[in-house]
């Protein structure tokens, strides 16, 4: 049975539309398999804490050796990495602000970026262990940023195609819900566009 990890990082709840489409791709490849399993970490409605010294002091030091907070902290994050090393595809959903990505998507990113977990260091450099998984990203904007004048200021895709490919995590499909402040015409066609980039990518899965 392969497994979906659906990740929103939205605070916007049901008005959010990077959450709308990433459900509606999740669905998609779920339904291309009966025996699809899809696990949703929500983000916005349950924020992982950005790390402080009791998670980044718990994550280096052996079970052992924590103490009764820092293991609660550890076991935490352990959670978070076993749901990304159990999901044979992961479905990222996050607007793009102020050029980049959702600060809670960064804390899970914190949590799952795990030496010796995720990924390690070796003689011949470092090599991501989260290998042999598809990745969609759902990015929305306000404005275009997948081309044009604008394009460079979209940090979000690159950083997030950086620090997955560093886990391992090197086959990424971008969809994009963009030009949603053009307008309500401009909102319409950019849904039914992404919806349509995820129908020709569930049928490719």
Known sequence: MSSILLVTSSPRGDDSLSSKVAHDLANELSARDNGTSVVHRDLGVNPIPHLDSVTTSAIRKPAADRTPEEAAAADYSDKLVAELM???????????INFNIYSTLKSWIDNIARAGQTFRYTAEGPEGLAKGKKIYIVLASGGVYSEGPATGMNHAVPYLTTILGFLGMT?????????????????????????????QLALAA
């Open 171 to 199: 086959d990424v499909e971008v969809i994009y819900v963009e030009g949603l402040a053009f307008g309500p015409e401009a909102a319409e066609k950019a849904i039914a566009s992404a919806q349509q980039r995820n129908r």
């Open 86 to 96: 159990a999901a044979d595809t992961v479905v990222i959903a996050t607007g793009l």
